[in-house]
């Protein structure tokens, strides 16, 4: 879909389909985007920012229904992650999952075609959706004429001299309150960084004008009918094959204990790295693959009668819990890697990827024993989001910091330099080790948290960090 069709098709229904509060929110929000992010770390100012851009186009949305608001609520809680966590990697995973799930929800995308279109739609819709913003702004102005404009600008001089009169009456009264004011105020308004701000309006306008033209665009995708179909003969012989290769595969894992210590130990010159390598990348992209067979048989597997349907449904199943079995035998895998050499960020993404693969074939297997292919979309949708969010809370660095944490007190062990490398979110794992060991570990994150944010950039595990740190003894490391 190309960036031009949402916009032909939609800006004539623009105007009376989209509420005309939602322009002059979506200004503000960008204003509010350059006024307080450029100059300041990710944290309670992206994260208002954010939320406010999915609340204001969620309430303006022409249709929605209780998926959508689901994934709209789930959006909003995977954008509140700036103020959360101190993580750039996990921020921006957050963020790219919100922006995804909002793709969805505005499309209403119930098949998977739609949900494709959703997205496409969703990426092609970022270019044009300022220029939609303006153009409602343009209309909304013609419409109502420039009368309320001296009104406007009165009723903010009003409000600022009565605020020049109470906030400084207020601030003397409570010193907290002061303290607050002195935040809000603390903001460079000036001219410095003009291109940073205009970018940060700039995509501030394009999330929330492009999302709205999502949903003005939303329309139902009948599902397309396969081209070609395979007989019985053909699907039953090759998904067969496949599910005695899976099976003939798991026997020689259970051969060698499912893949235990035992046999890392007796094979000669193989190594827990060369171990986990050889077989965890391969078993992950056996699972990928699997899932593009599955659909693959669902959508050209020609199926006569109950008789071939039940046999259809048998062999994926089969598939589907080898595969299940197949990424057990790969998580055992990634866990003797750490307990020979550590958590990393790239380990604990594996375990969230082998986690989430698992889940889907999960929702397979339920669809399938229910004949709910229809909501199979809308469920690994569902499941995609508890995980994007369970990602989220379960604070990653601080888990990779813990790990590594229980690693030394049993073994000794302990990687400094990759500890000094986490973020703020790591301190409370890294407080657990020795004074002399955790000054030294968290370095870098003492020094990163000294100062403390201002209101726009504060952020709950750098203010955390910031007590927990501060008591470490000063050493030369």
Excluded: K
């Amino acid at each position: 879909m190309s960036a031009q069709e949402p916009i032909a098709r939609a800006w004539p229904r623009a105007a009376a389909a989209v509420p005309a509060w939602f322009a002059p929110s979506a200004l503000g929000l960008a204003a509010a985007a350059a006024l307080a992010l450029p100059g300041h770390r990710a944290g309670l100012g992206l994260a208002l920012v954010g939320i406010g851009l999915l609340a204001a186009v969620a309430a303006a949305a022409p249709q929605r229904d209780g998926f959508a608001v689901a994934c709209w609520l789930a959006a909003a809680a995977l954008a509140a992650m700036p103020a959360l966590r101190d993580a750039g990697w996990v921020v921006v995973l957050s963020l790219l999952a919100a922006l995804a799930l909002a793709a969805v929800a505005a499309a209403g995308a119930r098949t998977w075609r739609e949900l494709g279109a959703g997205l496409a739609a969703a990426a092609a819709a970022l270019v044009p959706g300022p220029v939609l913003v303006l153009v409602l702004l343009a209309r909304r102005a013609g419409t109502r004429g420039w009368g309320w404009l001296a009104p406007t600008a009165r009723g903010a001089l009003l409000a600022a001299l009565l605020l020049a009169v109470f906030v400084p009456l207020l601030g003397a009264a409570d010193a907290a309150f002061a303290a607050l004011v002195d935040d809000a105020l603390a903001w460079d308004l000036g001219l410095d960084r003009p291109v940073a701000r205009a970018g940060a309006a700039l995509v501030a306008l394009a999330v929330g004008g492009g999302l709205m033209l999502v949903a003005l665009h939303r329309r139902p995708r009948p599902p397309r009918p396969a081209v070609a179909r395979l007989g019985r003969t053909e699907w039953a012989i090759a998904l067969g094959a496949l599910d005695l290769t899976f099976a003939a595969f798991l026997a020689v894992q259970l051969a060698t204990r499912f893949g235990g210590h035992e046999h890392v130990l007796e094979t000669a010159g193989l190594t827990y790295a060369e171990y986990a390598r050889r077989g965890f990348f391969e078993l992950e992209i056996v699972a990928a693959l699997t899932l593009v067979v599955v659909a693959g048989a669902a959508r050209w597997a020609r199926r006569v009668g109950p008789a071939d349907d039940r046999l259809a449904r048998a062999l994926l199943g089969v598939l589907c819990v080898l595969t299940l079995i197949m990424l057990a035998s790969a998580l055992r895998r990634l866990g003797l890697y750490e307990e020979a050499y550590g958590a990393t960020r790239l380990r604990m993404i594996s375990h969230v990827q082998l986690l989430w693969l698992a889940a889907v074939f999960v929702a397979l297997l339920v669809a399938g024993a229910a004949r709910e292919g229809g909501r199979l979309p809308r469920a690994v949708v569902a499941v995609s989001a508890a995980a994007a969010l369970a990602f989220g809370a379960s604070d990653p660095d601080r888990r990779i910091a813990e790990r590594n944490v229980e690693r030394h007190a049993r073994t000794g062990d302990l990687d400094m330099r990759y500890l000094d490398t986490l973020s703020a979110d790591a301190a409370p794992a890294i407080v657990r080790l020795p004074p002399r060991l955790a000054a030294c570990a968290a370095q870098r994150i003492r020094s990163s948290v000294a100062e403390p944010d201002a209101l726009a950039a504060a952020n709950y595990a750098r203010s955390r960090a910031r007590e927990l740190l501060t008591p470490l003894p000063s050493v030369a490391c």
